[in-house]
């Protein structure tokens, strides 16, 4: 009862990320703006930066955000327009003879975090696909730093170490920041294992069958980032026998 009752009196510090995600992204989750740096096809890209209007062309714009809009996001609407019309998911034809999206790593389309993108109507589905990769990554962290120990108001501030990385928040819309949402889970996974050995086999076999979800997530955001972010496994478990 006693471990019951603390574990609901996580769950508020466990959730607020989706909470601060949800109070940034509210105009784009409703619908009255797109979570997705469009402006910049009429500006940089052709042929429609000959054309773009007058309006546009003084609306201020971050460059900085060129590959969102240019390379990944073209490929996340293939993968979504071939659903809507049955076509192949995973191929594209746009591009010299054809090429599998998984094959480009540049898309991602069947990272778990992808999927509104994919499922909702354009581009509504970048919004919450943001809600879910802050809000993921930030309870991935929180359980962790419970499992290490911590209190919650310090679980809570690992969650923002995670979360708010600024690397982490620089590639958040790429598709890298679809895999390394899941470096927390994995840690917390990894360090679950040795912990649940000093009990039953029941509990051991329930950490080792949690762990392999991560690392499946990260391989179908994009095989070769997601090896970068596996490279993490030896680094933390060489810590653990000093324990």
Same mark, same amino acid.
């Given at each position: 009862? @006693?471990?019951?009752?603390?574990?609901?009196?996580?769950?508020?510090? +466990?959730?607020?990320?989706?909470?601060?995600?949800?109070? #940034?992204?509210?105009?784009?989750?409703?619908?009255? +703006?797109?979570?997705?740096?469009?402006?910049?096809?009429?500006?940089?890209? /052709?042929?429609?930066?000959?054309?773009?209007? +007058?309006?546009?062309?003084?609306?201020?714009?971050?460059?900085?955000?060129?590959? /969102?809009?240019?390379?990944?996001?073209? /490929?996340?609407?293939?993968?979504?327009?071939? !659903?809507?019309?049955?076509?192949?998911?995973?191929?594209?034809?746009? $591009?010299?003879?054809?090429?599998?999206?998984? =094959?480009?790593?540049?898309?991602?389309?069947?990272?778990?975090?992808?999927?509104? #993108?994919?499922?909702?109507?354009?581009?509504?589905?970048?919004?919450?696909?943001?809600?879910?990769?802050?809000?993921?990554?930030?309870?991935?962290?929180?359980?962790?730093?419970?499992?290490?120990?911590?209190?919650?108001?310090?679980?809570?501030?690992?969650? $923002?170490?995670?979360?708010?990385?600024? =690397?982490?928040?620089?590639?958040?819309?790429?598709?890298?920041?679809? !895999?390394? @949402?899941?470096?927390?889970?994995?840690?917390?996974? $990894?360090? @679950?294992?040795?912990?649940?050995? @000093? =009990?039953?086999?029941?509990?051991?076999?329930?950490?080792?069958?949690?762990?392999?979800?991560? #690392? &499946?997530?990260?391989?179908?955001?994009?095989?070769?980032?997601?090896? #970068?972010? &596996?490279? $993490?496994?030896?680094?933390?478990?060489?810590?653990?026998?000093?324990?």
């Amino acid at each position: 009862m @006693r471990s019951r009752m603390s574990r609901l009196g996580s769950a508020p510090g +466990a959730l607020a990320g989706f909470v601060l995600a949800a109070a #940034v992204l509210w105009p784009s989750l409703t619908g009255t +703006a797109a979570f997705l740096p469009a402006d910049l096809w009429w500006k940089s890209s /052709q042929p429609w930066a000959a054309i773009a209007p +007058a309006a546009v062309r003084h609306f201020p714009s971050n460059e900085l955000l060129g590959d /969102q809009v240019v390379p990944y996001a073209p /490929q996340l609407w293939v993968a979504h327009e071939s !659903i809507r019309s049955g076509g192949q998911v995973l191929w594209n034809p746009y $591009v010299g003879c054809g090429e599998p999206l998984l =094959g480009s790593d540049l898309s991602g389309p069947l990272a778990p975090t992808n999927l509104p #993108v994919l499922g909702l109507a354009w581009p509504d589905g970048f919004a919450w696909s943001a809600l879910l990769r802050f809000g993921w990554m930030w309870v991935g962290a929180f359980l962790l730093g419970r499992v290490l120990g911590l209190g919650r108001g310090w679980a809570a501030t690992l969650g $923002v170490g995670f979360s708010l990385a600024p =690397g982490l928040i620089l590639h958040f819309q790429q598709p890298r920041g679809a !895999i390394h @949402r899941w470096l927390p889970w994995l840690l917390l996974c $990894v360090e @679950r294992i040795p912990r649940a050995s @000093r =009990g039953d086999a029941r509990g051991l076999l329930r950490a080792a069958l949690a762990a392999p979800f991560p #690392v &499946l997530a990260m391989l179908l955001g994009a095989a070769a980032g997601a090896l #970068v972010t &596996l490279a $993490v496994i030896p680094l933390w478990t060489a810590r653990l026998p000093d324990r």
